[in-house]
Each structure stands twice: as C-alpha cells, then as structure tokens.
T-cell receptor, first 113, second 111 residues
Framework: KAGVTQTPRYLIKTRGQQVTLSCSPI?????VSWYQQTPGQGLQFLFE???????NKGNFPGRFSGRQFSNSRSEMNVSTLELGDSALYLC????????????FGQGTRLTVV | QKEVEQNSGPLSVPEGAIASLNCTYS??????FFWYRQYSGKSPELIMS????GDKEDGRFTAQLNKASQYVSLLIRDSQPSDSATYLC???????????FGTGTRLQVFP
C-alpha cells in the first residue's frame, strides 16, 4: 500500500512569489491535513480537507490556501511569499480525519530567499 | 496555556534503560491521543495511539493515558541508540476535528 506522497521535496523561491505544494494521500483516505513545521514553533496546523471541503482551519493568514480534488489529492498554495514562510510543510492523511490515525508524507522543504 | 505541553528535553538515558516521555493537554474533552517519532530531517512517524484510560503496549513501547489528570505518557523499554529522536505527542480536541501537536521531547540514548 503506497504511503503519502508529497511533491516537490524541495523548493527555493524568492520573496513575493507564490508556490503550490501537492499531497496525494493513502488510497482510500479522504482526509488531508496540512502542517507547517519550524524549529521555533513546532508543528502548526494549517487546514484540513475532507471530501473536497475545508473542514477546519488554523491561525494562518489568508495567503495560505488549499483545496482538495475528487480523488482526495490536495494542494496548498502560499502567495506573496515571505522569508518567514521558510519551513517544512507536511501533509497527513487519514481515513476520516476524526479520531483516526494520521500518516505523514515526507514533506516539502520550502526556502524563501 | 499551550494546548499540548511537553518537556523539550533533551532526555538522556543509557542504552537498555527505560525512557519515560510525558505530555499534558488542556482540553478535558479530548478523545484521541497519539505518539509520533521524528528523526532529524524526516517526517513524523506514528508509533502509538491510545483512546481509553490505562496502558497500551506494543513491543517495547507502552502508552499510558489518564484522562482525569489530562496526562499521557510513552515508555520505551530497553532503549536503543536508534530510538534517539524527537517524540511528539498529539491530541484531538473535543470536537475531534484536528490534531494538535506538542513541541516534542528530544530523546538521546547513549551507548
């Protein structure tokens, strides 16, 4: 059974640009959650999608957005990149997203210069 | 008060000893509790899940939950140098809608 796949693994962008990250969940999983991980803040919840609907959102500015497709694949977008957006972005896949185990992808390392 | 709190460590234990990792949470209605292990430069890996009070054992790992005290712990028996990693405690809220992580405890197992 394939795991969670995130692409790309590494990205270098300049300030002001935008970026799109992709996450393919485990087959059969309908929930995808996104997290930002930085050394100082740990894992911060961005948002969760279930059946193409954003079900929950963390405390991030509107520059961070996402969507989910009918095949459960999800994308997150960050517009007008800032230096502080440099982080490891992780997505987690679970069957329903509630009370069920979540499995992480390898992450996308974003560096903003 | 943070929603999920862990001592950042490092917690240093000798090889073969028991490592005890602790976590407290603020939402009394939390229902599900998870422990993840994260090696440096890697993504978190699920180790254990626990949903009811008491102990749950899986190999060298034992998760303990006390909802009255809002406390969850992870014991690692016969610790090995390969167990050296950051251990993340995660909790779902009362509405079970999102997973909240602690900042993690760094464990160092020395030979």
């Amino acid at each position: 059974k394939a795991g969670v796949t995130q692409t790309p693994r590494y990205l270098i962008k300049t300030r002001g640009q935008q970026v799109t990250l992709s996450c393919s969940p485990i087959s059969g999983h309908r929930s995808v959650s996104w997290y930002q991980q930085t050394p100082g803040q740990g894992l911060q919840f961005l948002f969760e999608y279930f059946s193409e609907t954003q079900r929950n959102k963390g405390n991030f500015p509107g520059r961070f957005s996402g969507r989910q497709f009918s095949n459960s694949r999800s994308e997150m977008n960050v517009s007008t990149l800032e230096l502080g957006d440099s982080a490891l972005y992780l997505c987690a896949s679970s069957s329903t997203g509630r009370d069920t185990e979540a499995f992480f992808g390898q992450g996308t390392r974003l560096t903003v210069v | 008060q943070k929603e999920v709190e862990q001592n950042s460590g490092p917690l240093s234990v000798p090889e073969g000893a028991i490592a005890s990792l602790n976590c407290t949470y603020s939402d009394r209605g939390s229902q599900s509790f998870f422990w993840y292990r994260q090696y440096s430069g890697k993504s978190p890996e699920l180790i254990m899940s626990i949903y009811s009070n008491g102990d749950k054992e899986d190999g060298r790992f034992t998760a303990q939950l006390n909802k009255a005290s809002q406390y969850v712990s992870l014991l690692i028996r016969d610790s090995q140098p390969s167990d050296s990693a950051t251990y993340l405690c995660a909790v779902t809220g009362q509405s079970n809608d999102k997973l909240i992580f602690g900042t993690g405890t760094r464990l160092q197992v020395f030979p």
